[in-house]
C-alpha cells in the first residue's frame, strides 16, 4: 500500500515537471510579429507607397521614340541649372567686354578736350639759323582719335640773334593709329608779335606719341623751324657815335627743331 501511494506521488511529481518544462520551451521558440489590423495596417502601406514615390521621382523616367514600332524609357541625365549656366556665360562676356573697353580706353586720345606742353631745341640751318631754346603749350579739341584741333602760345630764345619771340599759333595734329603708341604729324602756324620784328611763324613736325595712363602719353618729335623777321641794317657813324639805320629786309630764321611732349 505505501509502495502503491509512493508511486503515485512519483507519477504526479514528474506529470507537473513536465507542465513546467513545456512552458519554458515555449518562451524559447521563434517569436511571431503581431499582426497589423485595420487602420495600423493601412498607415504601413501608405508610408511604403510614400518611400516608393519618392525614390520614382529621384530616378525619372522619360520615353524617348527610337523608331516607329518601338518606344524606350531612358533614365533622364541631370542637367545643369539655366540660372547657373546663363550666369556663368554672362559673367564670361561681361569679362570679355570689360577687357576690351579697358584695352580701348587705354588709348590716351579720346574725343574731348586735351592739351599738351612741349620743350626742346633747335639748330640752325642756313645763313641766318641760329640756336634755339623753345617752350609751348597747346590746348583744343580732340574730335576722334585721330585728329586734334587747338591753339597755343610758346616763347623761343634765339641765341645767336640775342632775341626772344613769342609766337601765337594754330595746332593742327593728325595720328595715324587708333592705339596706345601712335606715328603723328603736327603742324603750328601763327605770328610772333614781338619787338615790332617778329612776323610769320611755321612749324610742321613727325613724332611719335607713347600711351602712358588712360588719359596721358608722352611724344617725341622732330621738324622744321621756321621764323620770319624783320632785319634792320644800321651803319655806325663815328663822328656822331651812332648808327644810321641803311635798310630793312624780312629774313627768314631756319632751323631742325627737336621736341619732347607731355599730353594731358
Keep these: 500500500m505505501k509502495s502503491f501511494k509512493r508511486v503515485c506521488i512519483t507519477l504526479i511529481a514528474l506529470f507537473c515537471c513536465g507542465i513546467v518544462s513545456a512552458d519554458g520551451l515555449q518562451g524559447v521558440g521563434p517569436k511571431e510579429e503581431p499582426v497589423l489590423k485595420g487602420k495600423d495596417k493601412f498607415e504601413q502601406v501608405k508610408e511604403e507607397l510614400g518611400k516608393k514615390k519618392d525614390r520614382s521621382e529621384q530616378t525619372k523616367e522619360k520615353p524617348v521614340l527610337r523608331s516607329k514600332n518601338t518606344s524606350e524609357r531612358i533614365k533622364e541625365e541631370p542637367v545643369p541649372n539655366n540660372d547657373n549656366i546663363s550666369g556663368q556665360t554672362r559673367d564670361a562676356v561681361l569679362n570679355s567686354e570689360s577687357r576690351f573697353v579697358e584695352t580701348k580706353s587705354y588709348n590716351p586720345r579720346t574725343r574731348g578736350y586735351r592739351g599738351w606742353v612741349e620743350t626742346g631745341g633747335a639748330i640752325g640751318l642756313g645763313e641766318y639759323g641760329s640756336g634755339v631754346f623753345s617752350f609751348s603749350t597747346s590746348h583744343g579739341y580732340q574730335f576722334n582719335p585721330y585728329f586734334f584741333l587747338g591753339a597755343g602760345i610758346g616763347v623761343d630764345c634765339h641765341f645767336d640773334w640775342e632775341t626772344v619771340f613769342m609766337p601765337i599759333f594754330a595746332n593742327a595734329r593728325a595720328y595715324f593709329i587708333d592705339g596706345k603708341i601712335s606715328p603723328f604729324m603736327d603742324v603750328k ?76
Design 189 to 264: 602756324i601763327g605770328y610772333s608779335p614781338v619787338d615790332d620784328s617778329g612776323l610769320f611763324y611755321f612749324t610742321p613736325s613727325v613724332g611719335v606719341s607713347f600711351g602712358t595712363s588712360k588719359k596721358c602719353a608722352v611724344n617725341l618729335s622732330i621738324g622744321y623751324n621756321l621764323q620770319r623777321v624783320m632785319m634792320y641794317v644800321y651803319r655806325y657813324v663815328p663822328e656822331y657815335d651812332h648808327y644810321n639805320l641803311l635798310y630793312d629786309s624780312r629774313e627768314s630764321l631756319h632751323g631742325l627743331s627737336f621736341k619732347l611732349g607731355f599730353e594731358f
